[in-house]
């Protein structure tokens, strides 16, 4: 058997195909992921990863796990929640003043003195991507 010496054309090819199997990897590792209830879970930036942290400490409990919902509260994983319905204020409002119940039956959620403004900057954004993720983008009132 005749070894083949390998051109630069073949090297190339290789590379090429490498590089284009690392993107589909990276690909499908980013926008594929999902939790065991269907939400696409996005590669948060920084500030989005702060606010899963905020979350998963101050509203988890009620929001649930990738704020998918729980029997106390709603998901945001929903279009009702979509920036065009609920801006971002509606985010401070809800932690600085609590919310009446009012698009479910949940009950009230109460306001949350001891969230900082930074976290709540960070879990609107972290909402944010957790929304565009999984297709809710801005629709007109
Ligand atoms: C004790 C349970 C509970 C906790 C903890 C909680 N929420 Fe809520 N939240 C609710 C309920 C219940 C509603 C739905 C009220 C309705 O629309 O009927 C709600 C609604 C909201 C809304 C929508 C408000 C609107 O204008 O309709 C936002 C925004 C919100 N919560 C943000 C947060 C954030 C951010 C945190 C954590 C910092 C948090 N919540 C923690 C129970 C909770």
Not at 38 to 46: D, H, K, N, Q, V
Request: charged share 15%; aromatic share 8%.
């Amino acid at each position: 058997m005749r070894l083949v010496k390998p051109t630069a054309t073949m090297l190339l090819v290789a590379i090429v195909f490498g590089a284009a199997g690392l993107a589909v990897s990276s690909f499908f590792k980013t926008d594929r992921a999902t939790d065991a209830g269907g939400i696409r879970l996005p590669t948060l930036s920084a500030q989005g990863s702060a606010g899963k942290v905020a979350f998963e400490t101050n509203c988890v409990a009620c929001h649930g796990i990738n704020a998918s919902g729980t029997k106390l509260g709603p998901s945001f994983v929903n279009p009702i929640y979509n920036p065009g319905h609920h801006g971002d204020s509606a985010f401070w409002h809800a932690v600085l003043q609590g919310v009446r119940q009012h698009h479910w039956h949940f009950g009230d959620m109460p306001k949350l003195p001891l969230v900082t403004d930074a976290q709540i900057k960070d879990i609107v954004r972290y909402v944010r991507e957790l929304q565009v993720a999984n297709g809710i983008v801005a629709q007109p009132q």
